[in-house]
């Protein structure tokens, strides 16, 4: 019967050359890949023509298939499958479209001649005799002899080759096996243990396996009914040289096999030996869970070992050590923190704590580790910088409010003078003059107590998610400036009355700066930057001549103090505590005013 000719490709132009060289034979095409595959690995001659380009040029074929393969030479797929002797043939494009012919008659002559001698190897196969019942069973010192390898096993959980080769010396002296092969999943394979044979996890006798998972005596197999899945099956086997196979599992899935090829002395297994293999393969099991767990005790304990490299000094506390070890409170606290929340706690140097604390918990003695040392020199060094800050604050404090009382003191002082000097008293338009001064500066008093009260309020700042745009337009609409925002909302969470004081008190201090002009021919603009909890807003101010009290350089030592108004030390420290600033620098009009804040800071 002459060999099935089989074309797989999805070029129409490259397929309808092939079949004009072909012609007279009529090639057979599948559309549906499990077609094609059950066609491969049925029993009989074919020669398959694939592109390598075309999927189904990937799906395995049985041992009476010829396989020509054709590509584009130096392509990573033909490589690749010609470095695999996946094919038979491998041809480019161009030679199949002129030698296919030639090849074909000489494939078809092989596979022909092949199917005939697998026929006739078939028809003279001799059965082995089935299992006989030992009449001659082994000793007991044999026997105890022959299971001397479980001490070297043993002993070797913790490296995982050796125990392999245990249980290989094991089986070639108790089994009488000629050759042992281990295979082990990898990834969407199986591998035997000396990287010499591979079975893909999509092959028949992956399949079988995982459907019946028992040991596998191909003596007294009594086959499958489908024999395109048989076939492959015995074909992989006799290359191997296998057997018996005997299923490994590992937490109820299939994890690989143990591969028994044919007794050294030639004889057939016996009924015993099958059931001293799937004892073998049993025994083996349980080791290679036991040495996988210690492969993962090992990597527990190095790592362990890395931790205590970086932790030296760390002190191991059990629960009940915790409550009556005698420690600092500070360290006491910390773990104790760590033991109930299960999670690393470190407490830094700072204000009023003495100790540098961490701590984290200890599982294996139910208690934590904690490590501290003594950070008092450093507190001492923050108490410094705290007071010193807190010095300064008060010190521009004081400045300020000086500056700002002085002009009102001495007015209402003169005309009190003036008041008392009966004789020189002003009378008419004058005094009238005086009276509207003075009601000018007691105003200008008020005004600074109002802002003074505004101090308790800094100190104790409420957060709330406020639009920035909406509040700034409120506040530029009622001045009457000209804005340029952004269209949509910027919201923030800051202290909505402490941010609209400092910036009305901005713009009060920018219109007493300017007599002539006030607000007029100002732009205000507004634009964000940053995301997330960084996102801050950056307004500027634009005009010509602009002066803002508080941007002035320090005075130097012996000159009169020029800190500013109180209502813009205010506003300085308002955007301080929303992580902003307030500063003047040189703009296309002038002096520019720029301000930042974000949200507040806790």
């Not at 191909?218 to 992989?236: C, H, N, V, Y």
């Not at 003594?374 to 004081?398: G, H, M, T, V």
Request: glycine share 6%; proline share 6%.
């Amino acid at each position: 019967m002459p060999a099935t000719l089989i074309l797989t490709t999805s070029d129409t132009g490259l397929e309808a050359a092939w079949k004009k060289l072909l012609h007279p034979r009529d090639p057979v095409t599948f559309a549906r890949p499990a077609d094609l595959q059950r066609e491969l690995l049925r029993p009989g001659a074919r020669v398959w023509i694939s592109d390598i380009n075309d999927s189904r040029s990937r799906l395995s074929s049985g041992a009476g298939t010829l396989v020509i393969l054709v590509g584009e030479p130096h392509s990573h797929p033909f490589e690749l499958a010609r470095q695999n002797r996946s094919a038979r043939l491998f041809l480019s494009y161009e030679e199949s479209r002129v030698r296919l012919a030639e090849c074909v008659n000489l494939l078809e002559e092989i596979a022909d001649k092949n199917a005939q001698l697998q026929s006739a190897m078939e028809r003279t196969r001799r059965s082995e005799p089935p299992f006989l019942r030992d009449s001659n069973p082994p000793s007991s010192g044999e026997a105890t002899e022959s299971w001397d390898f479980l001490e070297s096993a043993l002993a070797h959980l913790d490296d995982q080759p050796r125990l392999l080769d245990e249980f290989r010396r094991a089986a070639r002296y108790i089994l009488k096996s000629g050759k042992v092969h281990y295979f082990f999943r990898q990834q969407e394979c199986f591998v035997s243990d000396d990287g010499m044979h591979r079975c893909e996890s999509s092959h028949p006798l992956a399949l079988w396996f995982e459907e019946h998972p028992a040991a596998l005596d191909l003596s007294q197999w009594e086959g499958l009914e489908d024999p395109s899945i048989e076939a492959p099956i015995r074909q992989l086997l006799s290359t191997w040289g296998t057997r018996i196979l005997v299923p490994l599992h590992s937490h109820g899935m299939l994890a690989g096999w143990m591969a028994l090829g044919p007794r050294a002395d030639g004889a057939p297994y016996r009924e015993s030996d099958r059931f001293r293999a799937v004892l073998h393969g049993r025994l083996l099991e349980r080791c290679l869970e036991r040495s996988n767990q210690l492969t993962e005790y090992s990597r527990i304990e190095a790592a362990a070992d890395l931790r205590a490299k970086y932790l030296p000094g760390a002190r191991l506390i059990t629960r009940t050590e915790l409550a009556t070890t005698d420690l600092p409170v500070e360290v006491r606290a910390v773990a104790s923190e760590a033991l109930h929340t299960g999670k690393t706690v470190y407490q830094p140097a700072r204000v009023p704590y003495r100790y540098r604390v961490q701590a984290g918990p200890a599982p294996e003695i139910d208690g934590v580790w904690a490590i501290w040392e003594d950070s008092a020199p450093e507190i001492e060094r923050i108490n410094i910088l705290l007071e010193q800050n807190r010095r300064d604050l008060f010190r521009s404090l004081s400045l300020t409010l000086s500056h700002e009382l002085s002009n009102p003191l001495v007015s209402l002082v003169t005309f009190s003078h003036m008041l008392t000097r009966g004789s020189n008293a002003p009378v008419g338009s004058a005094a009238l003059a005086q009276e509207v001064a003075l009601t000018s500066e007691v105003a200008k008093l008020k005004l600074l107590n109002e802002h003074a009260t505004l101090l308790g309020e800094i100190a104790q700042p409420v957060a709330k998610p406020t639009d920035l745009n909406s509040m700034l337009v409120e506040v530029a609409t009622a001045r009457g400036l000209t804005t340029r925002f952004l269209e949509e909302q910027l919201l923030l969470n800051l202290d909505p009355t402490l941010v609209r004081f400092a910036f009305s008190s901005i713009l009060d201090a920018i219109a007493a700066n300017r007599l002539d002009e006030g607000l007029k021919h100002l732009i205000l603009t507004l634009r964000a930057v940053g995301s997330g909890a960084n996102r801050t807003a950056v307004i500027t101010i634009e005009g010509k001549r602009l002066e803002l009290d508080g941007t002035l350089p320090l005075p130097v030592p012996g000159s009169t103090p020029n800190q500013g108004r109180l209502s813009v030390f205010l506003a300085r420290e308002i955007l301080r505590l929303h992580g902003g600033t307030l500063q003047a620098g040189p703009g296309l009009k002038g002096t520019d005013i720029q301000i930042s804040l974000g949200s507040l800071r806790t």
